[in-house]
């Protein structure tokens, strides 16, 4: 079992930054891929950017390459995603999920990951 708390958001001109950060607990958290998703009000939960176990991969949507990293620190049990050059369209709650497989592709659908985060808002003004 996996607990996940995301922080970080807040409300943001657009063209600022933002690093939303995600604490997980468990002693395996470098064995399990993560992913951030968001989802605007109205709108489906869609995929913004994964990294797999071990680091091996990242991936991006089409929409945030360039602007956002995802990143991990494994000895502090954390995935980080850094948001640069915000837009209004980033606007939504971002969700951070883990996913226990031993694949190493970084999995973009909601139903391929295990466990949530209870989701922080970013909100981004023009």
């Known amino acids: 079992q996996v607990q996940l708390v995301e922080s970080g958001g807040g409300l943001v001109q657009a063209g600022d930054s933002l690093r939303l950060s995600c604490a997980a607990s468990?002693?395996?958290?470098?064995?399990?891929?993560m992913g951030w998703f968001r989802q605007a009000p109205g709108k489906e939960r869609e995929f913004v950017a994964g990294?797999?176990?071990?680091?091996?991969?990242?991936y991006y949507a089409d929409s945030v390459k360039g602007r956002f990293t995802i990143s991990r620190d494994n000895a502090k049990n954390t995935v980080y995603l850094q948001m640069n050059s915000l837009k209004p369209e980033d606007t939504a709650v971002y969700y951070c999920?883990?996913?226990?497989?031993?694949?190493?592709?970084?999995?973009?659908?909601?139903?391929?990951?295990?466990?949530w985060g209870q989701g922080t808002q970013v909100t981004v003004s023009s």
């Open positions: 999920a883990a996913r226990s497989s031993r694949s190493w592709i970084v999995a973009t659908r909601t139903e391929n990951y295990d466990y």
């Open positions: 468990g002693r395996t958290f470098s064995s399990y891929a």
């Open positions: 990294i797999s176990r071990s680091d091996v991969n990242l």
